[in-house]
């Protein structure tokens, strides 16, 4: 096998497109684009011979299991699926708790089937673009498939698709402060938990 590349790339980086490329370990394909990107921190390698592109990790990739609760943002809504990125695990027992940070951004997504027991006629009912979301990995394969029911699962924090301002839970859903939009989502049941809040809204303020 003939290898070669040794440019450090981040989380969501592009490092190349789908004709050019098969995604390798630490690579995944954004499907509106067919854009390569690396999933965390570390070392571009290409395989020329079997045009395969992966990433060696800098550091212990420290991923979720099957079964994790893991908080993410979520990056693009579709008519029946949604795509996230995956930052970090949570403890629920004996509390809810933020337990530890992934090494990067993990690519997740969030099929219908997975938001509601019931059915769903409209997804952008349950979640929106930018929601930071808690959620259970039910496959660990990449990108993550990630449930969120269960009355602790769902949305923790939302932004107005109006304005753009923080938002506010409110019965089954969450209202504006700023201009008043009140829009429905599947509200996490840990919304308000002390300390879990403050450390969601961090993360989502640097990555909004």
Known sequence: MSSQGSKRVVPGEVIGVEEEYVEGGNVYVEPSTGLLRSSLVGVLRVDNVGKTAYVEASRPLRAPRKGSIVVGMVTQVRESLAFAELYGELSLDPRPRWLREFSGRLPAVITVEQLSDGKVEDIYAFIRPT????????STISPYLVSLK???????????????????????????????NLEKRKVSGLVGVKGLTLEVRRIGMVTY
């Open 131 to 138: 929601d930071i979301i808690v959620g259970r990995v039910v």
């Open 150 to 180: 269960g009355p602790q699962l769902g949305v923790l924090h939302a932004f107005c698709s109006r304005c753009g301002s923080p938002m506010t839970p409110e019965g089954d859903g969450f209202r504006c402060p700023r201009c008043g």
